[in-house]
């Protein structure tokens, strides 16, 4: 896999031959090898091995059946890998999100500290001698 930035390919519509034909391939099993549970056709989410977010084909040689656990480990894999392109992508083209100014207390003028370590009430300064 490349590390360049891809745009997102256009989606087709799942039909029910091309759910059917990935469903078949997979023996109407789990794509995930350490899985591999019988998932029904229907239903069934059909996922996109490379996320079309990431550049990857919406054709057949992409598609797979995932059962409701191993979809949602494999979705929220992929969401981190979108969120990383999108990061990239935007340091890429040199804009930044806005930056949230920090509201802390504002620093005491009312008080300093005297060469004795000491708290003390600031007073106004005498001019230099
Ligand atoms: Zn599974």
């Not at 019988?38 to 054709?59: F, N, R």
């Not at 059962?67 to 930044?96: E, M, N, S, V, Y």
């Not at 100014?101 to 001019?127: C, L, M, Q, W, Y």
């Amino acid at each position: 896999m490349t590390r360049e930035p891809v745009p997102p390919t256009p989606r087709k519509a799942m039909t029910p031959a091309r759910r059917f034909a990935v469903w078949d391939r997979y023996q109407g099993r789990c794509a995930e090898p350490t899985c591999a549970v019988a998932v029904p056709l229907k239903g069934t989410t059909i996922d996109h091995i490379i996320a079309l977010e990431l550049g990857g084909a919406d054709d057949f040689d992409n598609l797979q059946p995932l059962c409701p656990a191993c979809d949602r480990i494999k979705t929220a894999q992929d969401a981190g890998l979108i969120a990383k392109l999108r990061r990239l992508l935007r340091r890429q083209d040199g804009t930044r999100r806005e930056r949230r100014e920090i509201n802390s207390a504002p620093f005491p003028t009312h008080i300093t500290r005297g060469v004795d370590g000491r708290v003390r009430p600031r007073i106004a300064k005498e001019s230099a001698r």
